[in-house]
């Protein structure tokens, strides 16, 4: 009697058409070890930049004690910010890209050959899913956008770390492939012209949508862009007085406070008023005009002519203590960014500002009035509106 020929068991079958499929794709060029280390050297870089930037962002809005931000040049918060938006955005196609060509690696059999790299392929889920995370959220941000309950700011801020670890651990595993694939030719490749057709085809439609991306958005701060900004969630010329609003009067709850004719600006320290000022005192002071970029962490910019007080002349009309910070306050009873802080260097730079007037027109409602504290290299978001009391710290 003839043995019965084995019938292969149902997991072997599929671990065997797994492992056809994966074969075929990683003979495809687009899938190759040098595509995936070139996808993954421009992601290091853009990862890198958007985080330092980012970094400092956050440094400059919460700024720890030991932290102090320069006012000049006054355009360098536009720099900073813009790059980190720019980077973010470059990074959405090379991280997909990237998660292409090295799909197929993730069937190989064993998952893993050792400790060493059993930590490589776990570090990818914090890598890969705090990419993700940050992505969308970073987006979501620029277009004002925040459909879930935690603090922006500080859940970006805290999950960049995690990222950042999680990436230096795959740089540092995967840097002698990385190096032998780019400074070498890889004789386990096939040869063919075809093939390395095939892969700079891929790497150079990657690269074309990844810049396209950014030239479609950075018109928004970089003004020789500005007409192929075609993406750009706020065009920087387009809104009262010719510039964005992110938060309007009704939304600050302002509306009838702002335009109340007894407003008067108070200066306070150490828990005492120093002096009260109306709003016509404050326009027969010396008033001064400055140049300065309103400046928005979303990554778009302007700049404007601002005509306003000097605030370290207000302090000094005033009688406060010289060489202090100040807290600037709005007139707006709520909000995270209701208020905000003027270090000593800040004040003492003439263009900082309470501005009255922008490019020559009183201030809108909206933007500010009366009174909006400008200052050079300061986020938007720190430029506080409706000013109505400065705190001597």
């Known amino acids: ?47 890198v930049v958007c985080f ?50 090295v799909f197929p690696r993730l069937f190989q059999w064993p998952m893993a050959t050792g400790v060493l790299h059993a930590v490589e392929r776990l570090s990818l889920l914090p890598l890969v899913g705090g990419s993700l995370f940050l992505l969308v959220t970073g987006l979501a941000n620029i277009e004002l956008w925040y459909p879930w309950v ?9 999950v960049s ?5 999680a990436l230096l651990i795959h740089l540092v595993s995967k840097f002698a492939t990385a190096r032998r694939v780019l400074l070498h030719a890889d004789r386990s490749e096939p040869e063919q012209e075809a093939f390395d057709q095939g892969r700079r085809r891929f790497l150079g439609t990657v690269g074309a949508v990844s810049a396209g991306a950014v030239i479609v958005t950075v ?3 970089v003004s020789p862009l500005r007409r ?11 809104g009262v007085q010719g510039f964005p609003v992110n938060k309007t009067a009704r939304e600050a709850g302002v509306t009838t406070t702002a335009v109340d004719p007894s407003f008067s600006l108070t200066i ?23 140049t300065l970029p309103i400046a928005c962490v ?17 302090l000094k009309q005033a009688g406060a203590p010289e060489h202090r910070s100040v807290s600037v306050e709005s007139l707006q009873r709520g909000g995270r960014y209701r208020r905000s802080i003027l270090t000593s260097g800040q004040i003492g730079d003439a263009d900082t500002l309470l501005a009255f007037e922008v490019d020559g027109e009183p201030l809108h409602i909206d933007h500010g009035f009366p009174l909006r504290l400008i200052s050079p290299a300061r986020p938007g978001v720190l430029q506080t509106k409706w000013v109505g009391k400065l705190v001597v710290q």
Do not use: C
């Open 298 to 314: 979303e990554g778009w910019s302007a700049n404007r002519t601002w005509r306003g007080i000097p605030v370290r002349d207000i």
């Open 1 to 47: 009697m003839m043995p019965r020929p084995a019938v292969p068991k149902p997991v072997t079958a599929v671990a065997s058409r797994v492992r056809d499929w994966r074969d075929r794709r990683l003979a495809d060029p687009r899938h190759s070890d040098r595509v995936a280390a070139i996808l993954g050297a421009a992601l290091g870089i853009s990862f």
């Open 150 to 158: 935690f603090f922006f700011p500080a859940g970006h801020y805290a």
């Open 52 to 101: 330092l930037t980012g970094l400092l962002s956050h440094a400059i809005q919460h700024p720890p004690s030991w932290f102090s931000w320069t006012t000049r040049p006054a355009g360098l918060f536009r720099i900073t910010q813009g790059l980190h938006v720019a980077t973010g955005i470059a990074t959405i196609p090379l991280l997909f890209a990237k998660l292409w060509s």
């Open 268 to 290: 306070e320290a150490g828990g005492a008023t120093l002096r009260v000022f109306t709003l016509d005192e404050l326009h027969a002071m010396t008033s001064r005009a400055a």
């Open 219 to 221: 018109g928004q701060t």
């Open 228 to 238: 192929l900004a075609l993406l750009a969630p706020r065009h920087p010329d387009i």
């Open 161 to 165: 770390f995690v990222v950042m670890g």
